[in-house]
């Protein structure tokens, strides 16, 4: 007996906040120092720092998006 099957539509909806990304640990997984991703992108090991421990909560769209870029994103 041959099985048919019918294609459904899906459509998933993927959010998240800033709150949720870790870019420490995403940058732990590259085995990347804060140098190589400031020389990458051009953000600065200060400031990639103050992002990973928290102390800045809301980086600007560019950060974030230079970042994810970077990570493979």
């Given amino acids: 007996m041959e099985r048919k099957y019918t294609m459904i539509p899906v459509s998933i909806e993927f959010s998240?906040?800033?709150g949720d990304l870790n870019f420490k640990a995403l940058r732990k997984l590259q085995d990347k120092t804060l140098r190589q991703v400031e020389e990458a992108t051009g953000v600065s090991n200060a400031y990639l720092s103050?992002?990973?421990?928290?102390?800045?909560?809301n980086p600007s769209f560019?950060?974030?998006?230079?970042l994810l870029s970077f990570y493979g994103f």
């Fill in 62 to 66: 560019t950060v974030v998006d230079k």
């Fill in 50 to 57: 103050q992002l990973e421990t928290g102390k800045i909560r």
């Fill in 16 to 18: 998240f906040t800033i």
